[in-house]
């Protein structure tokens, strides 16, 4: 069975180590990446009607953007290296979207990169912690 | 050509053109002037709408008898949707049965949320204030009923709202009764067809008129009423200048309608949920300070419906002070929710009518009941009180347990009408547009009009405001009723449908996905 990773991914630098990381690791294995990147956001927040209105719009938008600016050069980058490699973008809480997306794909673990260990993100937690805490599979944290 | 910039400067300038103006004008009173003007018409316009015929010696407005009777109706005939759907219709406002693939979309709750800032507003602090005062504590009784029976034309008419709107070519959605009056009735036969095209341009009529009245000249008037009584009332240096607290506020507005400025309609939405938050929590501070006289408010209220001493018109004058406001709080049967409930993004247009149900629950048996027992408890209420007080009633009795509270009360009304004024001029709009055709400049007309609305309305006298408020927001309910009688089948089937999907385990929820 081929492996499949879920790399998890927003644009900073911090990203770029753990796309090195699945590089490598997709090349020895001849795996399969799919590059996310989750756009924040809630259903409990309060809009006017004017927003609503254009809301669908925006969204589709806002998807365009993501997978034109943020998916879509690391997609490149992997391809041109020689994997096997796909882009998804979807809205939603970061965590919950990553691990959600994770098994819908039934990926074979995630992938996802970690900011420097400052002492607000252990307060407050960062993306790694909320995927670490609720995923399903195992995933790998590069720092 | 101008471009929409440009368009949009020369507006704004021109805006403040009319605010650096208007003092020079000011002679001895403004005020007196434009209600002298006014008065006339508006007195002639509800004339006509508020049409009413004696019953045991009461003149009874007929479209009292039209709205409640339709919920009625809708009540009956969903077989107690507003009870059985209660528990389900919360699950979605949850989401529970949200499709996390289309995450990012118009979600029930802010569908909900976005519909309830445009009647969450001075008709649960003035209109309880008022039907108390004129009614007695019976009104309230009267009130909770109809708020309860309107949760089924609220559902009614938001479900067509999702069912007809159009999606434009452009991805934004337009919906709400002018386009469910006239593409649901034409499905139903070119007879209809026609009928539909009258009704849903009779809608649209009503509902700018209702944009300039109820959404608009009554939030400016009681939150300049408020804004006074803080002040110090007739000694306050406001006293006698409406015009320019109007000015101040149609230039906020105007900077978010024309000048596009979404940070402050952005900010003023978070904020007026807050306030609300704020007003119920110091409402229930009060109730569980005079725990005590919570039974024998209850008593006076259940009294004063069936019973009432020294009410004109007794029950039947108590029970259409009751109803009237509640319609007036929670506009069920009106119409106007079903404009900011089709926004939402579902493919069964039933859940967002099982979500609007809690439009009057919140508003009018949570809300207004509060302010009617804080009204009733502290005893500020007595059958000698001025029925014009409106606004100064709610705030005298939370006044008379928190002794800073007119203030954040002044700070709440102010928000409140502000979100009304920015959800009706939206309402307002959609409606300008379905009669006129999408063009900026009936766009900028219709909003130039809205903003003079605002002055106009906050320099006239209370009575000559509520009572064109009043006629245009209930003429809306003549051409939506109509409309949603015939419609109701198709809500049946719907419904129906999605009850079957619910109890056979057929809808996924969003954990199994």
């Known amino acids: ?143 | 050509m101008p471009t929409v910039r440009e368009y949009r400067y020369r507006l704004t300038a021109l805006l403040l053109l009319l605010m650096t103006s208007a003092p020079a004008l000011a002679q001895e009173s403004i005020d007196a002037k434009i209600d002298n003007i006014v008065r006339p018409a508006a007195d002639w316009v509800s004339s006509i709408i508020f049409w009413s015929f004696p019953l045991a010696g009461q003149q009874v407005p007929f479209v009292l008898v039209w709205l409640i009777a339709a919920a009625a109706v809708f009540t009956l005939y969903f077989r107690f949707i507003n009870i059985r759907a209660l528990g389900h219709g919360f699950k979605l406002v949850r989401g529970d049965y949200d499709d996390p693939d289309a995450a990012g979309e118009v979600s029930h709750f802010q569908a909900l949320t976005t519909a309830l800032s445009g009647t969450v507003g001075l008709g649960n602090i003035a209109g309880v204030a008022i039907a108390v005062s004129i009614g007695g504590p019976g009104a309230t009784f009267w009130m909770i009923l109809a708020g309860f029976l309107g949760m089924s034309s609220k559902f009614t008419e938001c479900t067509l709202g999702v069912k007809y709107r159009n999606e434009n070519p452009d991805g934004t959605v337009s919906g709400g009764p002018m386009y469910y009056l006239s593409r649901g009735l034409a499905e139903k036969g070119p007879g209809f067809a026609k009928l539909g095209k009258v009704l849903a341009v009779l809608f649209a009529i009503f509902c700018v008129g209702g944009s300039f009245g109820g959404g608009n000249m009554f939030q400016a008037n009681q939150s300049f009423s408020q804004l006074l009584n803080v002040t110090g009332g007739e000694a306050s240096w406001l006293y006698g200048k409406g015009w320019l607290f109007g000015l101040i506020v149609a230039a906020a507005v105007g900077l978010v309608v024309i000048g596009g400025i979404r940070s402050i309609a952005s900010v003023t939405s978070k904020i007026v949920p807050f306030m609300g938050i704020v007003y119920v929590l110091a409402g229930l501070v009060i109730i569980f300070a005079n725990l005590s006289a919570v039974p024998a408010a209850f008593a006076a209220i259940f009294e004063g419906a069936f019973a009432p001493q020294g009410i004109a018109g007794g029950i039947i004058g108590v029970l259409l002070q009751g109803v009237q406001r509640a319609a007036f709080s929670n506009e069920a049967g009106v119409g106007s929710a079903a404009i900011a409930h089709s926004a939402v993004r579902t493919s069964r247009p039933v859940t967002e009518g099982l979500v609007a149900l809690y439009e009057p629950f919140v508003d009018t048996i949570v809300v207004c009941t509060i302010t009617a027992l804080v009204i009733i408890i502290t005893g500020t209420w007595d059958p000698g009180v001025d029925p014009s007080a409106g606004v100064q009633l709610t705030s005298d009795a939370f006044e008379s347990a928190i002794s800073w509270f007119p203030w954040v009360l002044t700070l709440a009304v102010v928000l409140f009408a502000f979100s009304t004024m920015i959800s009706w001029s939206y309402y307002g709009l959609k409606s300008w547009t379905f009669l006129f055709g999408e063009s900026k400049v009936t766009d900028a007309t219709y909003k130039i009009l809205f903003l003079i609305f605002v002055v106009i309305g906050s320099s006239m006298q209370l009575g000559a405001v509520i009572n064109f408020s009043d006629a245009m927001i209930f003429a809306m309910a003549f051409p939506n009723l109509l409309g949603c009688y015939f419609l109701m089948p198709v809500v049946k089937r719907e419904l129906n449908e999605y009850w079957a999907d619910l109890k056979a385990g057929r809808l996924i929820k969003a954990v199994d996905r």
Not at chain 1, 21 to 35: I, M, Q
Not at chain 1, 56 to 62: A, G, I, S, V
């Open chain 1, 1 to 143: 069975m081929q492996t499949v990773y879920l790399i998890g991914v927003d644009g900073s630098n911090c990203c770029g180590r753990a796309v090195d990381y699945v590089k490598e690791r997709a090349t020895e294995n001849s795996g399969k990446v799919l590059v996310a990147h989750v756009i924040e956001w809630s259903p409990f927040t309060f809009s006017t009607p004017a927003e609503n209105e254009t809301r669908h719009l925006r969204r589709e938008q806002e998807l365009e953007r993501a997978r034109e600016q943020v998916v879509g050069p690391v997609v490149k980058q992997l391809q041109d290296a020689g994997v096997d490699a796909e882009g998804l973008v979807a809205h939603g809480h970061v965590g919950q979207t990553l691990v959600r997306l994770g098994r819908k794909h039934e990926v074979t673990c995630l992938v996802i990169g970690r900011k420097g260990a400052s002492r607000l993100a252990q307060l407050f937690g960062s993306v790694a912690n909320q995927v670490v805490q609720l995923v399903d599979r195992p995933v790998i944290v590069v720092p």
